[in-house]
């Protein structure tokens, strides 16, 4: 791609919002999970009985929802990324392509 | 037994356990009574797997078609075959044994393997399937100098596929003798040669179904076992580890353990135990997981595989998913081992070990739900496993020589499709060699970091260049250059200096390692971003401008995909 061309596209209004957008989503749901996964880390390093915390009379702790938790977190969170990258990105950039090559 | 030996020592058993988990070290295993189930069955597997190769073979005539298959691989096929590429062998039966041998520590590992991947997607997938062609060095080095980004990208490459192959090669010659009752090296030599098969004649295209034919059996067979388990307790979590606790009370008590102090082993399997020792190392090593996972060559390479962004972020919803759910099982597996295999003396050894080591959880398991024939399934499935990791790693090795040092530093991209196959098809049979003489070299070898050691790498060297070059404009060819050798470097020397490798592998006397934490991925990690930093703003020469100058072609490409290479028009 020529730098013409580069900056013909930059300067689209349709290219600005999908790149602010795209950015935004991806570092917000990133910290989301680094907070999330370092999270679990800091409490296994530091508050062990707090997991081994049992739920009602029987042996069942507070730890195995929290550690399944972290993983149907990581699936549901990857997700919503992608069902929100479907519905808005690809016609964004679909826009943009239409916009500037026509 | 030399497992539980291996395992025993306090400061060691954190590291082995994780690279079981990761799919490395199965300890040094008996020698087991020959299996004929399991050979029958993974006699078919390999069957029908040449036959695929067969067929791909026929559609693998340019260098597109064997590095990705041409492109045309759907996000669903490549969510599979990114589960296949990364669900090793041990980390089925090493993570079903961790959890059987402490419970909620085995999900703590399991959890960490998981957590890179929506890191992977959010940052990475669409702009890697925007950028590059073939090898990420193509991403690495959009704009900058060819030559010595090519260079570090190369060695990255090959230095993470080193390690990890002899980690699989040797766990490969160490399981089979367990499940199938072959001489080590015979197992070496199989795994060898059929990888070298695979990615020779049927490229990308052969590789992507091995795997994605694997992952179905894993995962069907994982299922399996879990379902088996959880309808003996009524699908009440509840009820299984509430059972699980009263087994290991009793093993507890039988040992010579007061009534408390039995109780109290007993109930340890539901909450954190000896995994983390310092926060430190906790930490380091999450990072080495999380970011490791966004830097490995050979999983980085599926992303070329398919037509467009949407597929690539389709391809990496699916493969976490399925990693997910297999992690989900394994866990539920470790604790239905605890309860119909601690508890049957069919299984057992006359001290209460398990026959054939802890790693065999899994594969008792099975035979104690599923019989004989499942027994041999579930044997086949494990070695079936081990292939297809390994041909994705050769595959990564090879493409990295041949598009990466041969067609684009020595031939300055002008190489033809024709002599750049040729030169991956060399690199193939080398890689294949040196692996399979590697796998003998070390079977006497504690090879327990080499796994976390790959994973470090990747981490502070692949990922930080991948992610600078990609998202900050004010990186350039040197700091690109410099700072990822740097994360390397550091990766490795401090793995050397840790007790891991200075006092459990090298044998120097205990306390003595420089380095106390047992992964290097904080610090390293930490040096390869800073360097990339640190030789960018420092860099004024004339290729800076031009590399600064080169990104908003880049960025306008990996935003909108417009220029990428097409399914087809490579």
């Not at chain 1, 919002?17 to 880390?41: C, D, H, N, P």
């Not at chain 2, 070290?25 to 006699?43: E, H, R």
């Not at chain 2, 879990?226 to 290991?248: N, R, W």
């Given at each position: 791609?020529?730098?013409?061309?580069?900056?013909?596209?930059?300067?689209?209004?349709?290219?600005?919002?999908?790149?602010?957008?795209?950015?935004?989503?991806?570092?917000?749901?990133?910290?989301?999970?680094?907070?999330?996964?370092?999270?679990?880390?800091?409490?296994?390093?530091?508050?062990?009985?707090?997991?081994?915390?049992?739920?009602?009379?029987?042996?069942?702790?507070?730890?195995?929802?929290?550690?399944?938790?972290?993983?149907?977190?990581?699936?549901?969170?990857?997700?919503?990324?992608?069902?929100?990258?479907?519905?808005?990105?690809?016609?964004?950039?679909?826009?943009?392509?239409?916009?500037?090559?026509? | 037994?030399?497992?539980?030996?291996?395992?025993?020592?306090?400061?060691?058993?954190?590291?082995?356990?994780?690279?079981?988990?990761?799919?490395?070290?199965?300890?040094?295993?008996?020698?087991?009574?020959?299996?004929?189930?399991?050979?029958?069955?993974?006699?078919?597997?390999?069957?029908?797997?040449?036959?695929?190769?067969?067929?791909?073979?026929?559609?693998?005539?340019?260098?597109?078609?064997?590095?990705?298959?041409?492109?045309?691989?759907?996000?669903?096929?490549?969510?599979?075959?990114?589960?296949?590429?990364?669900?090793?062998?041990?980390?089925?039966?090493?993570?079903?044994?961790?959890?059987?041998?402490?419970?909620?520590?085995?999900?703590?590992?399991?959890?960490?393997?998981?957590?890179?991947?929506?890191?992977?997607?959010?940052?990475?997938?669409?702009?890697?399937?925007?950028?590059?062609?073939?090898?990420?060095?193509?991403?690495?080095?959009?704009?900058?100098?060819?030559?010595?980004?090519?260079?570090?990208?190369?060695?990255?490459?090959?230095?993470?596929?080193?390690?990890?192959?002899?980690?699989?090669?040797?766990?490969?010659?160490?399981?089979?003798?367990?499940?199938?009752?072959?001489?080590?090296?015979?197992?070496?030599?199989?795994?060898?040669?059929?990888?070298?098969?695979?990615?020779?004649?049927?490229?990308?295209?052969?590789?992507?179904?091995?795997?994605?034919?694997?992952?179905?059996?894993?995962?069907?067979?994982?299922?399996?076992?879990?379902?088996?388990?959880?309808?003996?307790?009524?699908?009440?979590?509840?009820?299984?580890?509430?059972?699980?606790?009263?087994?290991?009370?009793?093993?507890?008590?039988?040992?010579?353990?007061?009534?408390?102090?039995?109780?109290?082993?007993?109930?340890?399997?539901?909450?954190?135990?000896?995994?983390?020792?310092?926060?430190?190392?906790?930490?380091?090593?999450?990072?080495?997981?999380?970011?490791?996972?966004?830097?490995?060559?050979?999983?980085?390479?599926?992303?070329?595989?398919?037509?467009?962004?949407?597929?690539?972020?389709?391809?990496?919803?699916?493969?976490?998913?399925?990693?997910?759910?297999?992690?989900?099982?394994?866990?539920?597996?470790?604790?239905?081992?605890?309860?119909?295999?601690?508890?049957?003396?069919?299984?057992?050894?006359?001290?209460?070990?398990?026959?054939?080591?802890?790693?065999?959880?899994?594969?008792?398991?099975?035979?104690?739900?599923?019989?004989?024939?499942?027994?041999?399934?579930?044997?086949?499935?494990?070695?079936?496993?081990?292939?297809?990791?390994?041909?994705?790693?050769?595959?990564?090795?090879?493409?990295?020589?041949?598009?990466?040092?041969?067609?684009?530093?020595?031939?300055?991209?002008?190489?033809?499709?024709?002599?750049?196959?040729?030169?991956?098809?060399?690199?193939?049979?080398?890689?294949?060699?040196?692996?399979?003489?590697?796998?003998?070299?070390?079977?006497?070898?504690?090879?327990?970091?080499?796994?976390?050691?790959?994973?470090?790498?990747?981490?502070?060297?692949?990922?930080?260049?991948l992610l600078m070059s990609v998202l900050w404009k004010g990186c350039t060819t040197r700091g690109a250059v410099i700072g990822g050798f740097l994360g390397l470097i550091s990766s490795v020397v401090l793995t050397?200096?840790?007790?891991?490798?200075?006092?459990?592998?090298?044998?120097?006397?205990?306390?003595?390692?420089?380095?106390?934490?047992?992964?290097?991925?904080?610090?390293?990690?930490?040096?390869?971003?800073?360097?990339?930093?640190?030789?960018?703003?420092?860099?004024?020469?004339?290729?800076?401008?031009?590399?600064?100058?080169?990104?908003?072609?880049?960025?306008?490409?990996?935003?909108?995909?417009?220029?990428?290479?097409?399914?087809?028009?490579?």
């Amino acid at each position: 791609m020529d730098t013409t061309l580069a900056e013909r596209i930059a300067g689209q209004p349709k290219y600005q919002e999908l790149k602010a957008r795209r950015t935004s989503l991806g570092w917000r749901l990133t910290i989301a999970m680094l907070v999330v996964y370092y999270g679990f880390i800091l409490l296994v390093a530091f508050n062990k009985s707090f997991l081994a915390t049992r739920l009602g009379d029987g042996v069942t702790t507070i730890g195995m929802p929290i550690g399944l938790g972290v993983i149907v977190f990581t699936i549901v969170i990857t997700a919503i990324y992608v069902q929100r990258a479907n519905r808005d990105f690809d016609a964004l950039a679909d826009e943009v392509t239409k916009a500037v090559l026509k | 037994m030399r497992l539980r030996h291996h395992l025993a020592g306090a400061g060691l058993w954190l590291a082995s356990t994780l690279a079981l988990a990761a799919g490395a070290d199965l300890g040094q295993a008996d020698k087991q009574a020959t299996n004929w189930t399991a050979i029958v069955m993974f006699a078919i597997f390999v069957a029908f797997t040449l036959w695929i190769t067969k067929w791909a073979a026929a559609k693998t005539r340019s260098a597109a078609d064997f590095y990705t298959a041409g492109g045309g691989i759907t996000g669903f096929q490549n969510g599979l075959a990114i589960a296949g590429d990364y669900m090793s062998a041990a980390s089925f039966l090493g993570i079903s044994a961790a959890v059987m041998a402490s419970g909620f520590d085995g999900l703590i590992f399991s959890i960490g393997f998981l957590v890179g991947w929506p890191v992977v997607t959010f940052l990475l997938a669409e702009r890697l399937r925007n950028l590059g062609k073939f090898t990420f060095a193509d991403v690495a080095a959009f704009r900058f100098e060819q030559t010595p980004v090519r260079m570090f990208a190369a060695s990255g490459t090959l230095v993470v596929v080193a390690f990890y192959l002899i980690a699989q090669m040797v766990g490969a010659g160490q399981l089979i003798k367990l499940l199938f009752g072959l001489e080590y090296w015979m197992a070496v030599v199989i795994v060898g040669a059929l990888m070298m098969i695979y990615v020779l004649f049927g490229g990308m295209t052969a590789t992507t179904w091995v795997q994605i034919i694997k992952a179905i059996l894993l995962l069907a067979g994982a299922s399996f076992m879990a379902f088996m388990v959880l309808l003996q307790f009524g699908f009440s979590p509840e009820a299984m580890f509430a059972k699980a606790v009263e087994i290991k009370t009793g093993i507890a008590a039988k040992a010579g353990k007061t009534p408390e102090e039995a109780a109290a082993a007993g109930f340890s399997i539901m909450g954190p135990g000896g995994f983390v020792k310092d926060p430190i190392s906790a930490i380091s090593f999450g990072m080495a997981l999380m970011f490791g996972t966004a830097g490995l060559p050979h999983i980085l390479m599926r992303f070329f595989t398919v037509p467009n962004a949407k597929e690539a972020r389709k391809s990496v919803l699916w493969a976490t998913t399925w990693i997910g759910y297999f992690y989900i099982l394994t866990f539920i597996i470790g604790f239905g081992a605890i309860v119909f295999v601690l508890t049957n003396p069919g299984f057992l050894d006359a001290k209460g070990a398990l026959l054939g080591g802890n790693n065999m959880a899994a594969v008792h398991l099975a035979n104690a739900v599923g019989g004989n024939v499942f027994l041999g399934f579930i044997s086949a499935v494990a070695f079936a496993t081990i292939l297809a990791v390994v041909a994705g790693l050769t595959l990564s090795g090879a493409s990295a020589v041949s598009h990466d040092l041969y067609a684009t530093v020595i031939k300055k991209g002008k190489a033809d499709s024709a002599a750049e196959l040729r030169v991956s098809k060399i690199t193939t049979v080398a890689l294949g060699i040196i692996a399979v003489v590697l796998g003998i070299a070390f079977e006497k070898q504690n090879i327990a970091f080499m796994v976390s050691l790959a994973f470090a790498i990747a981490a502070s060297a692949n990922f930080p260049v991948l992610l600078m070059s990609v998202l900050w404009k004010g990186c350039t060819t040197r700091g690109a250059v410099i700072g990822g050798f740097l994360g390397l470097i550091s990766s490795v020397v401090l793995t050397v200096v840790s007790p891991t490798v200075w006092e459990a592998t090298l044998g120097n006397p205990k306390g003595s390692a420089l380095f106390p934490y047992t992964s290097p991925a904080l610090f390293s990690m930490t040096i390869g971003f800073f360097g990339i930093w640190l030789f960018s703003i420092l860099d004024n020469s004339r290729r800076a401008a031009q590399d600064k100058a080169g990104f908003l072609a880049q960025q306008v490409r990996s935003e909108t995909g417009i220029g990428a290479a097409g399914a087809s028009g490579h």
